[in-house]
């Protein structure tokens, strides 16, 4: 099991003068991070724009530097590196690419001076293989927040944790740190209170359960605490029951989150360029 990996996501040092910022390298270093927790090994990619401009290059676009001739020479050799790699591994799970980069964007890329849709003028020569963003990987750590009052609860929870866990995601799951009928009955529930707010905070994405005739209120308060810190929320609703002729659900909750149906619909938001679970 392996992934394609823009070289400068593993070597900043590859980038162009002055464009790599402390955020991309914590970014960079979030992605490895979770391809070490997972067990997936990164392949660097060649770099053609360091063999054609050298390092210590100044920023550029492809129409101004890389729109010739030479380069396309250099991109024809680079990507049968690469099929050969392909040849004798297999084919990778996905690439891992940088948006902008005029030779590994993703979904944007800077072909002048401006930014159009598409993939850099490498990745294009994979159209075969799934490409993801490095923000977009980056984000992998989820809170998973829903009822656990029942054993029919907490069931489903864990299916819909096995389903994001088998995905690459990193998970915290309330019911699995203690947070049951049992310690809440030891008069810890300021303990309980601290842990949970705690992994919220280090989360990426909230993912909240909110089956029912009104969404559980601990479950209401996660979502809204993380809708105002920034967070993506994702609700997930298998109850088929409206609460009106165009809500799901409360419509606080709806408007502050994206509301899927299955919980399969959750990896389709969470990294919508790949299909990992088939």
Same mark, same amino acid.
């Given at each position: ?182 310690? %809440?009955? #030891?008069? +810890?529930?300021?303990?309980?209170? =601290?842990?949970?707010?705690?992994? &919220? /905070? @280090? $989360?990426?994405? *909230? !993912? ?28 997930? %609703?298998? #109850?088929? +029951?409206?609460?009106?002729?165009? =809500?799901?659900?409360?419509?606080? &909750? /709806? @408007? $502050?989150?994206? *509301? !899927? ?18």
């Amino acid at each position: 099991m392996y992934i394609l990996v823009c070289p400068c996501i593993i070597n900043p040092s590859l980038r162009a003068n002055g464009i790599t910022s402390a955020e991309d390298v914590r970014i960079f270093s979030r992605c490895l991070k979770r391809c070490e927790s997972f067990g997936i090994e990164t392949v660097p990619l060649p770099c053609p724009e360091t063999e054609y401009l050298g390092l210590g290059r100044e920023p550029t676009n492809f129409s101004e530097s890389l729109n010739n001739a030479e380069f396309s020479e250099i991109l024809d050799e680079r990507e049968k590196d690469v099929r050969e790699i392909i040849r004798g591994r297999g084919l990778p799970l996905f690439i891992l690419g940088v948006d902008s980069s005029p030779s590994c964007g993703v979904d944007m890329t800077y072909y002048s001076d401006i930014k159009i849709p598409g993939r850099g003028a490498f990745l294009s020569r994979f159209p075969d293989i799934p490409a993801i963003d490095v923000k977009e990987f980056a984000e992998y750590r989820i809170y998973l927040a829903a009822p656990l009052f029942s054993q029919a609860e907490q069931e489903f929870n864990l299916k819909v944790a096995k389903i994001l866990r088998d995905n690459y995601c990193e998970v915290f799951l309330p019911q699995e740190h203690g947070d049951d009928g049992e310690e %809440r009955a #030891d008069e +810890r529930m300021r303990i309980i209170f =601290e842990r949970n707010l705690s992994a &919220l /905070e @280090e $989360s990426d994405i *909230v !993912v909240a359960v909110i089956d029912g005739a009104d969404a559980d209120s601990g479950t209401a308060w996660e979502m809204g605490y993380a809708y105002a810190k920034g967070k993506k929320v994702i609700s997930l %609703r298998t #109850d088929f +029951r409206t609460v009106g002729d165009c =809500e799901l659900v409360n419509l606080m &909750l /709806e @408007e $502050s989150s994206a *509301v !899927v149906s299955h919980p399969e619909d959750i990896l389709r938001i969470i990294m919508p360029a790949l299909n990992l679970n088939g």
